[in-house]
């Protein structure tokens, strides 16, 4: 095979991200043609439909099974790992569009949908990338169009100034990510992965140089995952986004985060384990009491869990940071079940948020006399971000604390579990505020395609809650390939 | 595997409580009657298992077994011993009894039935597990019906400090106790969760040392151990009725029940090594609880002091690690679960009339109310350990068992007799008898037939179970012999 020619095998690595190109296409077409048509919500059914229509051919014929290999001469990896987190962008963005309906300002404009797709597209890369530049590109298409959608509700200025925040803190954190690829490349040759593993197994790299490069390499994806101390744009860019956009950045966009860290430790630093596994458990570490504690004081809903979203990254550093197979499908594990619950916890506060018009959490006063049915669907999905059987957060508390003692990391645990606790406090609080006092509220009609989304989510958050075999098995495959990086 | 009896026994409120919380809205005349149906089949239910559990046979019964999660050795594995079908008994008199005393639940009953029911099926299945993960699942599933209930129905200043309080300790114990599950599972050499694989895993003695303390104290904390006793009291005074008979008759069962399960039963080289350890504690319990309960000038936290005092006998019975001991320990379970609902049920009437728990503004409620006051005098006698009444074969053996061991805790806790006796009475006379206060006069009105039918039948187990005391006495004695082959073939 020469390196200049498509195989077969090239295209079919990345039918999806093809598809999801013909869906951009297709939603600016009708953009044009918007103006005919009198359903507002036309641009996002069409993107809903596509990107479920995309789901099922990757769920159904895309699935790699046991079978790793190179993509395109060695930029991607197509394997369990990649497919894994391709679904859980691919679902994180149907949910979003679902709840982005109905809100006047994003759904009748193509280019939020568009924006959307491209981001898509970029994390799916970054989730198989195994070469430095592939990696570049992926994070770049997916950071710009996220910039821009935070900052989307131009006539908000708090959310305009929350997306230039994002930016630039995201511009930096991508020139120190840089700066470590370019420190890699210089030093190994190559932009490879596993060409950069056997030159580092050969010395070619100080082993100075090469926790430097760890540092620089965390500080990029650190952001990404917004654990501390990169976490500072997440509470500013959440309050200000589109709340759907909130949820998508917290869920899709943080595991993307996760899965490319994986790749790239057991890739690149494999022969340091200690190094970085100690690195990330710190991070985890102050992650979690950061989160948990500023979470305690929060009065804006969505400040809130973007606290509680930052703390949540360092319980899946845990899995990650035990560094063992049993670690990273705990973390995959428990980003799955994270995907349902936090993108069912930023739907309901975006729904609140439109008949309230208030994102504080005297906003939730009275819920459950209000709608029930909503505030059932926050309480499960707050009890399972707390850790509560039969929700899918209990198990994947377990299996990282487990993953953790498996490590011999019984102080990280104990870390964790100190938390959880501290957590559930102030979880407890926004449920009793949701269930207790009543004020007089016209109640938010729950359009059709938010209680779908809702839906799918609360399903989601109880399938992974008691049924573990069957996922857990596929994880298996998925971390065992993700270790075995040649 | 025949009829899955105890799968049906757990689940029924579940489901029951899932169409409350559906439709109760649109139909709440359909709320009470499912919730009375439910509670009651979980009672006939729970009789049943305790007349058809083979007493020749021992051992654990009525096994369900399903893997869940087989890589990890998590499975869906229930059965009972004879400690266990004694505690199910317990929570179907009172999830039952508690239905019939909160019929009057005027605020969104529709989720106070549902969260009640939800509850049902967290202790049922504690209770029921023979898989260590299905039991912490079983257990965590009750974090937040408690917590809402408490601060939705409860009273109205204390509900939220106490509610937090009282999920946040009952948390704390559970993830503590969760430390020292994974430590378990981790040193297991056939890395499962399975509770009867785990008793003859032979944990070397250090292991079992180190993590005793934190499976135990972790669940001794949901049973009300000192110094983490505090929660109990606060708790209970600010639930409502239903669930301070609840958490005080059930929840800190099943506390010191997983502390007999997961920590003496799996580790009982730590037991014995940290037996002197839970006896000072204990001790503590009983006679600084009784202490503190007599100078209480509230109602309902005399009883709710009065249970750490009595859960103490508990932990002592379990502590002196023997046959009678352990006969006691468990007879006081099921003596005192049903006692404690029988008070906080009579505790919870007299508030509903009269609006007060004023210790001091209450009196001559016999002359309105006599059932409760018989009631409540039963539960006293019960309570001071009158022959003749459960309360009594429950706690004589407990002292015998600790004279044997440990005298000096036998005397010192005796004490508590004494002082238990001072404070019921006192409560029975200052409430019950002498003059109605000028604002009752014709004021209140006597309990409804509910009531009385939840007093009487909590009344009778306990006098059945005092008269008789072979109908429950070989039932936990299969369980007891169970552990004393465990701790003497450690």
Known sequence: MGPNMITNFDLFAIIPEILILILIVIVMVVDVFRKKIENNNIISWITFIGLTFIILITALFLFPGDEMDYAWGGMIRVDAASFTFRLIVLVGAAITTLFSMYHQEVNNKGEYFAMLLVSVIGMSMMAASSNLIMLYLAIETTAIPLYVLVGFLTKNNFSVESGLKYFLFGALTSAVLLYGFSLLYGFSGSTHFAEILVAIEASKIPTGLLFFILLLTVVGFGAKISGFPFHFWAPDAYQGAPTPIAGYLSTASKAIGFIVIMRFMVSIFSSEPQSWTLLLAIIATASMFVGNLLALVQKNIKRLFAYSSIAHAGYILIGVASGTTLGFKASMYYLLAYLFTNLAIFGVIHIVEKSTGSNEIDAFKGLMKRNPGLALVFLIAVLSLAGIPPFGGFISKVLVFMAAIDANLIWLLIIGIINSIIALYYYLTVLRITFTDSEEIESQAVYYGWKLALAVCVLGIIVFGVIFSPWLNWLEVASTNLMLFH | ?490
């Not at chain 2, 051992?59 to 998590?74: R, T």
């Not at chain 2, 039991?135 to 974090?143: I, P």
């Not at chain 2, 939705?152 to 939220?160: A, L, Y």
């Not at chain 2, 005391?469 to 465990?486: D, F």
Request: avoid cysteine.
């Open chain 2, 1 to 490: 595997m025949g009829f899955p009896i105890l799968s049906v026994t757990i689940f029924i409120p579940l489901l029951a409580g899932l169409i409350i919380l559906l439709f109760g809205r649109q139909r709440q005349s359909w709320i009470r009657p499912i919730a009375l149906v439910a509670s009651s089949l979980v009672l006939l239910l729970t009789l049943i298992l305790w007349a058809s559990y083979s007493i020749e046979q021992a051992g654990y019964q009525f096994i369900e077994y399903i893997p869940w999660l087989p890589d990890l050795g998590i499975s869906y594995h229930l059965g009972v011993d004879g400690i266990g079908i004694a505690m199910l008994v317990l929570t179907g008199l009172v999830v039952f009894t508690g239905v019939l005393v909160s019929w009057n639940i005027e605020n969104r009953p529709n989720e106070f039935f549902s969260y009640l029911m939800f509850l049902a099926t967290s202790v049922l299945g504690v209770f029921s597990s023979l898989d260590l993960f299905l039991l912490f699942f079983f257990l965590e599933l009750a974090v937040f019906p408690k917590y809402l209930m408490i601060v939705i129905w409860g009273s109205p200043k204390t509900r939220n400090y106490g509610g937090m309080k009282l999920t946040l300790y009952l948390f704390i114990g559970s993830v503590l106790a969760l430390i020292g599950a994974l430590a378990i599972y981790q040193a297991s050499p056939e890395r499962t969760f399975d509770l009867l694989l785990l008793e003859n895993a032979g944990f070397s003695p250090e292991m079992q040392r180190i993590w005793f303390p934190f499976v135990f104290l972790g669940f001794a904390i949901l049973g009300g151990i000192f110094p983490f006793h505090s929660w109990a009291p606060d708790g209970h005074v600010a639930a409502p009725t239903a669930i301070s008979m609840l958490l005080a008759g059930v929840e800190m069962k099943v506390g010191v029940f997983a502390a007999l399960r997961v920590g003496i039963m799996l580790l009982p080289e730590g037991a014995k090594h940290w037996a002197t350890w839970i006896l000072v504690l204990a001790t503590i319990n009983v006679v600084y609880g009784a202490f503190i309960a007599m100078i209480q000038k509230d109602f309902k936290y005399v009883i709710g002091f009065s249970s750490v005092s009595h859960m103490g006998l508990v932990l002592i019975g379990f502590a002196s690690l023997n046959y009678d001991g352990l006969l006691g320990a468990g007879l006081q379970m099921f003596s005192h679960g049903v006692m404690t609902a029988l008070f906080f049920s009579i505790v919870g009437m007299v508030y509903d009339r009269t609006h007060t728990r004023d210790i001091a503004s209450l009196g001559g409620l016999y002359k309105i109310m006599p059932w409760a006051t018989i009631g409540f005098i039963i539960g006293g006698l019960v309570s001071m350990g009158m022959p003749g009444l459960s309360g009594f074969i429950a706690e004589i053996p407990i002292y015998m068992g600790v004279w044997r061991v440990a005298p000096i805790v036998a005397i010192i806790s005796v004490i508590s007799i004494v002082v238990t006796a001072a404070y019921i009475l006192l409560v029975v006379r200052k409430v019950f008898f002498g003059d109605l206060p000028q604002e009752f006069e014709g004021k209140i009105k006597d309990i409804t037939i509910k009531d009385k039918i939840a007093i009487g039948v909590l009344s009778l187990f306990m006098i059945v179970i005092g008269l008789v005391p072979g109908l429950m006495v070989p039932l936990i004695e299969t369980g007891v012999n169970h552990i004393l082959v465990i701790l003497g073939g450690a």
